[in-house]
């Protein structure tokens, strides 16, 4: 038997309530020459069973529980495919998703990174929201990933070539909640990535995500310094020999981050404020201007919110006398 063109790698634990949708998105693909790897990372559910129903389109592997980057890396491990295609167990993909994206990569002339575009939807599958991920310059890929620009959503339909991983390494088992935007980050180092439009993923939205989690917290903001302490100069800005553009770019980074509010974030744009003035000092003015307008624009908000606060208040005791009398 022939290897097939593409490996679809499904990682799951305890999916029992989407796996069976996020399967048949696969088997309904009209590109049909790939397999579907589902990774079993130690469930207690009926999730065995399901994937095991379907025989053999679906080759099903087992393993003690060791995290979403482990079962990735096994499924690397086990693919038979020219191309790597991630699936969430909860995620789908539309009808042409493969053939779209097989076409591109095959077009690109070399290693590769592809990604659609996404559809939001609900537990029941209901679609909510959709959003198209523009693909900004090769150099700027790295930064805007770290800002969450719309790019930084690849991750949830993602394909390339299997060789990449050779070259950038294997998920990093370290990393429970970060380990997709790591790995994105280390592929748009190494290769070009290519978007193929057209809302092909829909990704699930609940409250079990990973997202969701107290720990994700802790290692996301591990994860955001450590990436930007490691930013290039030319990743940073397209004037990388200029220490003023370098930081004034760290200091946009620090503006976007500082507006977000929680402390996550804030304590991030502290630390981008502190490099962007040991880039070169003459970036002090700007850093202090960025720090005046957000206390201003946090003073503001504060003194809306108390006025509000009051006016809502006398309303509230004129209503009580009024109804009183």
């Known amino acids: 038997m022939s290897n097939p063109t593409v490996s679809v790698i499904m990682p799951v634990y305890n999916g029992e309530n989407y796996l069976r949708s996020a399967v048949e998105s696969v088997l309904a693909q009209t590109f049909r020459d790939f397999e579907v790897v589902v990774v079993d990372d130690g469930s207690k559910d009926s999730t065995p069973e399901i994937a095991q129903s379907y025989g053999d389109p679906v ?3 087992r393993q003690e529980n060791a995290g979403v980057a482990a079962a990735v890396n096994r499924g690397i491990r086990e693919a038979r495919g ?22 591109a990569l095959e077009s690109s002339g070399g290693p590769g ?25 090769r150099r700027e890929v790295v930064r805007a990933i770290l800002l969450g620009e719309p790019v930084s959503f690849a991750a949830y339909s993602l394909m390339c070539d299997l060789s990449c991983f050779e070259r950038v390494g294997p998920y ?28 092909l993923t829909s990704v699930r939205e609940h409250g079990t995500r990973d997202s969701y989690r107290p720990t994700f917290v802790a290692e996301a903001q591990g994860f955001y310094r450590a990436w930007l ?44 404020y502190r490099k962007a003035v040991a ?44 109804g009183q009398r």
Request: glycine share 6%.
């Open 82 to 103: 020219r191309y790597f295609a991630w699936l969430s167990h909860d995620d789908l993909y539309a009808p042409e998703k493969l053939e779209k994206q097989l076409r």
């Open 172 to 199: 990093d088992v370290k990393k429970r909640h970060t380990q997709d935007a790591d790995m994105l980050i280390r592929l748009a180092r190494e290769f070009p990535f290519v978007r193929v439009p057209g809302k």
């Open 229 to 272: 302490d490691d930013l290039r100069p030319e990743e940073l800005s397209a004037s990388p020999d200029s220490a003023m553009a370098r930081a004034m770019s760290r200091k946009q980074i620090a503006d976007t981050f500082y507006r977000r509010g929680n402390e996550l974030w804030t304590g991030l744009a502290r630390g981008e």
């Open 279 to 322: 880039e070169t000092p003459l970036a002090a003015p700007a850093v202090l201007g960025s720090f005046a307008s957000h206390y201003f624009r946090k003073a503001a908000f504060a003194l809306k919110s108390r006025r509000n606060f009051y006016r809502v208040g006398l309303r509230s005791a004129l209503r009580g006398r009024l």
């Open 59 to 61: 080759r099903y592997v």
């Open 113 to 137: 990174v592809c990604y659609t575009d996404i559809k939001w939807i609900d537990g029941e599958g209901k679609v909510f929201d959709e959003k198209e991920l523009p693909l900004p310059p």
